[in-house]
C-alpha cells in the first residue's frame, strides 16, 4: 500500500511539474494581444499625462480607440481566456485586472520614452483608420514590446524524430 501510495505521489508530482511551464507560458496569439494590451495602456495613460502639454495627443487617441474598439476588445480577450485557461475562470478576472493595472502604473509614473511628442505622433498615424492585429502587434512591439508578464514564450516543436 504504501508503496502504491507513494507512487501515485510521485506521479502527481511529475504531472505538476510538467503542467507548470505549459501554464506559465504564452503562445504567440497571447504574446501579441499582450504587445498591444501594453501599448494601448501606454496611449492612454500618456493620452491623460500628455494633455496639459503642447503635444496633447487624447483626441487623436479616443479615435484610434473608436475606430479600434473590436481588435482591442479581442486582444483583451485573448488574454482573459489565456487567464482563464492556466488560473481557472474565477481568478481569470481579478488576474486580468493585475495585468493591466501593472501597465497603467507603469505608464502612469511617466515612462520618458517614448515622450509625448513621438506619442502624438504614433497616435495621430493610428487614429487614422481601422488597424488589423498584425499591424498593431508589428507596432506594439517596436514601441513597447511584451511586457515583462507575458515574457515566457511557449516552446515551438517543429519536428521530432522517432
Known sequence: MKKIKGSIAAALLAV????????????NAEQDAARIAN???MLMVSALRCRFGNDNFLSDYNRFVRQNNDVLASQHNIIKARYARTMG????????????????????GGH???????????????????????????I???????????SQACSVTIASRR
Open 89 to 108: 475562470q474565477k481568478a481569470a478576472f481579478a488576474e486580468l485586472d493585475r495585468f493591466m493595472i501593472a501597465l497603467s502604473n507603469y505608464y502612469g
Open 140 to 150: 506594439a512591439d517596436e514601441v513597447v514590446g511584451v511586457p515583462r508578464q507575458a
Open 39 to 41: 501599448m494601448n495602456q
Open 16 to 27: 505538476a511539474l510538467v503542467a507548470t511551464p505549459a501554464q506559465a507560458c504564452w503562445t
Open 112 to 138: 520618458g520614452d517614448p515622450d509625448c511628442a513621438k506619442l502624438e505622433k504614433l497616435s495621430g498615424e493610428l487614429s487614422r483608420g481601422r488597424q488589423d492585429v498584425k499591424t498593431l502587434a508589428l
